[in-house]
């Protein structure tokens, strides 16, 4: 073997506690606020509403809980199309089919990795009477609101910003979670902060957010007994969970500093490697490298095929692949992972629209060859350990290995 493995595991992204969250819980219990509201609750709203710089950000169990409710709140209906990122967790996709409409994949851009305005434009030109539009910033990189937004106020669309990977990242100044009428963050345990679990519905809507509140409370009217006219969802976030949040949120700004070293440390250990990372516009973006990715150039590129749940790769001098690089790392105990497999891959979506530069990828009459940047990142690209408690003697010899399997 050429190299040692660690005797600890190191992680893509996992939980960094710092001590102070457990002054916030044991607040909790002492009080006996072990529950869905109580002070730790209204201090996340404040503190997340004074970082991002929105009027109201309503706690809820999980990320996707605030999606579905933002699409809700989009006024979405059973059959309705709505736009989304191609390249993203699925949870995003999920929370359009929660209510019954009709997803369609617009194509990601090379800049960005983001949901591609030219595509966006076209998707507009297929289905003119899409109402919403769910762009991603992936892996904490914003995507290109001033584009995007234009395009979709054109089309009279409302924009939900899918932040949940992107907490702390700006865009021309401005914190993301600002760019869509709904707004959505999360606190899962892998994201640049946690709760453990949870997240937040950001908007500047009075009444939005107090809709997004009766319904993750069941829907309960103002009576006083349970009258209920509306469905309703358990989508509260506990007083607990909130608690960890609090104790987390002093420490964004230390760990995005973390998270950036450790991309710019990639970034200089593979200059002479023929490789990219996950790209963003230094002039008007400052993401919160949530994780650190890598581009193998197409030039250096093995054969590597992948099935629907396994991969065969054949490796060749100065070549390699995604899936050579993430077998090497995980036998000396360093966990990776490929690039999202983009939605339009899924066979849960293989039915649904796809729709790139040169128009929907599914239509009969689509030529053979289409530019597919989703499948491509896919194809090409991996997700680096990103754990701020890497040290950076671990990463050093991550980049060792990762350079070794170009040899
Ligand atoms: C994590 C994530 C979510 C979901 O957040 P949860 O809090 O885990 O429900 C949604 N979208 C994206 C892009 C994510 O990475």
């Not at 997803?103 to 990601?108: H, I, T």
């Not at 990189?141 to 899918?162: L, Q, R």
């Not at 070293?261 to 990372?277: C, H, N, Q, S, W």
Request: hydrophobic share 35%.
């Amino acid at each position: 073997m050429k190299f040692e493995a660690f005797a600890n595991k190191v992680w893509l992204a996992t939980p960094t506690m710092h001590g102070n969250e457990l002054t916030y819980i044991t607040e909790a219990l002492d009080t006996n606020w072990v529950s869905t509201e109580g002070a730790n609750l209204e201090r996340v709203e404040r503190l997340v509403t004074e970082k991002i710089g929105c009027k109201y950000a309503v706690p809820l169990s999980c990320g996707t809980a605030a999606l579905h409710l933002a699409v809700k709140l989009a006024g979405v209906k059973p059959g309705d199309t709505v736009f989304c990122s191609d390249m993203t967790f699925d949870a995003t996709v999920n929370a359009i089919v929660y209510e019954h409409a009709e997803p369609v994949f617009v194509d990601s851009e090379y800049d960005t990795w983001n949901m591609d305005p030219k595509a966006l434009e076209k998707a507009f030109e297929l289905y003119p009477k899409t109402k919403a539009v769910v762009v991603v910033n992936l892996y904490g990189t914003p995507a290109k609101y001033d584009e995007i937004s234009a395009i979709a106020e054109k089309y009279g669309a409302v924009v939900i910003e899918d932040a949940a990977e992107s907490f702390g990242a700006i865009y021309k100044g401005r914190q993301t979670g600002n760019f869509g009428t709904y707004n959505v963050i999360s606190f899962n345990g892998n994201k640049i902060i946690t709760g453990s679990s949870g997240g937040m519905l950001l908007t500047e809507d009075r009444e939005a957010a107090d809709k997004a509140r009766k319904w993750s409370t069941q829907s309960r009217e103002n009576a006083p007994w349970y009258q209920h006219k509306e469905l309703g969802y358990n989508y509260r976030m506990s007083n607990i969970i909130a608690g960890v949040v609090c104790g987390q949120m002093p420490y964004l700004e230390e760990h995005i500093a973390r998270k950036k070293a450790i991309y710019e440390r990639y970034r200089e250990g593979f200059k002479d490697l023929p490789v990219t990372m996950n790209p963003y516009d230094r002039e008007t973006m400052q993401p919160n490298f949530w994780l650190s990715c890598l581009l193998i150039d197409e030039s250096a590129m093995c054969e590597q095929i992948r099935g629907d749940t396994e991969s065969r790769y054949q490796t060749a001098p100065g070549k390699t692949c995604p899936d050579e690089i993430l077998e090497l790392l995980a036998k000396y105990n360093v966990q990776g992972r490929p690039i999202w497999k983009p939605m339009h891959l899924q066979p849960l979506y293989e039915k649904q629209p796809f729709v790139t530069v040169s128009g929907n990828m599914r239509d009969a009459e689509a030529p053979e060859e289409m530019t597919d940047v989703g499948a491509d990142l896919f194809q090409r690209g991996l997700c680096l350990p990103s754990d701020i408690k890497m040290t950076p003697e671990q990463q050093d010899k991550i980049i060792e290995m990762v350079k070794y399997c170009f040899e």
